[in-house]
């Protein structure tokens, strides 16, 4: 399951979500060719990701922000992007710009300090931007709780999509970082960053606390009913033109 669109656009253009969106694409087309060599991608992961005991002995501060922009691999890449093209424009209309790009900026560093809590001796690189887009979902949790989102729902061959109010979806997929951080902790060797996701989505949550309070809080929620402040999009699939055809008995 993972979500494909929310029934809300914004108001004015996302300009940040955009541009992070194309950086990310720049780094993932210029890593493109590496792919295939796991030497090769290994050595700009070993050299651009968070390492969590080489922060720890004061070296790479700087691999906090280049570990943001590196994937693994396509499905990595475009999974992060899903998720960041769906929830950034909505919470960027509401922190403006600027405010919104120091916002993904620090949720990435919550992510990573998390993480190299979790683990202080890992020596295992850290990459990709999905620490700093939990951050986007725990904001965009406080703001729009109820928000509309298209959850797509794959059972081996079945195809469905389901709507979710945001505050089910999103909780349930900060739940689902914890518990698999929890028994996944003897694993800490590699794998997927779960205590990055969580670190990233409280502290885009905390950072985005004192906006919410100063939008009125609840009030702000029974004014806009928990969606964003202007009308849901009505998504419409086009009938067919090709004739149904009987058979005949």
Known sequence: MFP?????PSERTP???YGLIAVNLMVFLMMLPLYGNEAASGRVFIQYGLI???LMNGDGCETILTSMFLHGGFMHFAGNMLFLWIFGDNLE???G??????FYL???LGAALLQVAADVSSVVPMVGASGAIAGVMGGYLLL???ARVDV????VVIFKVVPFPAWLMLLLWFGLQVVNGALNWSQMGGGVAYWAHAGGFIAGFLFVLPVWKGLGGQAFWTRTDGHPDHPDARYKFAKSSIPAIRRRK
């Open 144 to 146: 729009f709780p109820r």
């Open 97 to 102: 710009h600027v405010r919104f790009a120091i």
């Open 93 to 95: 209309d509401i922190l």
């Open 4 to 8: 494909i669109r929310d029934h809300n």
């Open 15 to 17: 300009y940040v979500t």
């Open 52 to 54: 969590p005991l080489r």
């Open 152 to 155: 797509l729902f794959i059972i």
């Open 106 to 108: 620090v949720s990435g």
